[in-house]
């Protein structure tokens, strides 16, 4: 008797089911103080962001009791926080976040952790650097970005000062996280990119790039940075995450739960749930470079205790304003909510 799987569909449609099943018990356990929210994210379609999209996608938001508005800030626009008359109440980006808009009078938390390594990597373009040999060679050249001042942008920062190579030594450019990206690299508009997957991925299997510096495994991160650097996360200002427990709770366990669904989820998996337009024409790469980024998701959402000195001391490297300021890293983040949503679903 041979076994068919399941069409897209139908896949959905059952897990939606599932989470639909799940939903009265998750709402007699806490019930939001806001149920409707509205939160921005700096490129759902990257791979450091695949835990949200799981869980927008398979219903997991809805199971707790939440109707999320997600506004994908397409194109690499600047990585999202709460800036004044913001409509959105939640974020999805980069951790450092925190830590800037700190520097600069603003409190913004992480309630819950996506990726335990930033998964972007550096590479270098084989038709306008063939005789490339050492980062020094960038001096003079153009480093395309996700946006300036996104994570993309703070990572070939670092990477650079490691090797004593300065910001104004080089020109960044924004050139987005999706099809733009690959154009900038293809055309020759830049000499190196700076991004993450699957975009990176595709470059390299084409041989567009030489990777020269990666942060898209643990180990790649550790070399990088010098300790555990938290990277995608889910944060609120901290008066939001105070006003509404609740709310940050069953928002925190929705993406817990999609983190545990991606601890066992294969390639078919994937590709009944995350929207097509994610692969950019490329499944085979988009599914490769998943199977890449599999140990960089984080398993639980817990971040690191470590972690946020690492990523202030990666910030303070290049950045004045970050150095020159007091950074309370306890007000950056918190476990609270994701252990709760840990011991729950068993992460």
Avoid at 57 to 85: H, M, T, W, Y
Avoid at 311 to 328: C, E, H, M, N, Y
């Amino acid at each position: 008797m041979s076994i068919h799987p399941l069409p897209r569909r139908t896949f959905v449609a059952a897990a939606l089911l599932a989470a639909g099943l799940q939903a009265t018990v998750s709402r007699a356990q806490i019930k939001p103080e806001r149920t409707r929210l509205n939160l921005a994210v700096d490129g759902e379609a990257a791979l450091c962001h695949l835990p949200l999209t799981i869980a927008d996608q398979l219903g997991f938001f809805k199971a707790e009791g939440l109707d999320v508005e997600i506004n994908d800030l397409v194109g690499g626009a600047r990585s999202p926080v709460a800036l004044p008359g913001s409509v959105s109440d939640v974020f999805a980006g980069a951790f450092e976040n925190t830590i800037h808009s700190q520097a600069k009078g603003q409190m913004l938390q992480s309630i819950v952790l996506q990726g335990r390594a930033p998964q972007i990597a550096l590479g270098i373009s084989t038709h306008n650097m063939p005789y490339y040999q050492a980062l020094a060679d960038l001096r003079g050249k153009k480093i395309g970005v996700a946006a300036l001042g996104a994570p993309s942008h703070m990572v070939a920062n670092v990477v650079l000062a490691r090797a004593g190579v300065s910001p104004n030594e080089v020109h960044f450019v924004g050139i987005g996280s999706s099809g733009g990206a690959l154009w900038a690299l293809r055309s020759g508009q830049i000499d190196a990119i700076c991004n993450t997957d699957p975009i990176m991925g595709m470059l390299e299997q084409k041989s567009d790039i030489r990777i020269v510096s990666d942060t898209r495994t643990l180990k790649g991160a550790l070399h990088v940075f010098g300790g555990a650097m938290p990277a995608a996360c889910i944060y609120a200002p901290l008066e939001f995450v105070r006003k509404y427990p609740n709310t940050v709770q069953a928002l925190t366990n929705a993406i817990v739960h999609a983190l545990k669904w991606l601890q066992t989820a294969g390639p078919s998996d994937i590709v009944k749930v995350v929207p097509e337009s994610y692969f950019l024409g490329d499944r085979a790469a988009y599914l490769a470079a998943f199977n890449m980024a599999r140990e960089a998701i984080s398993p639980d959402g817990l971040l690191p205790e470590a972690g946020p000195q690492t990523a202030l001391t990666a910030l303070g490297s290049f950045d004045p304003q970050v150095k020159a300021a007091r950074i309370d890293l306890g007000k950056t983040y918190t476990n609270d909510f994701a252990r709760r949503a840990k011991e729950r679903f068993r992460a």
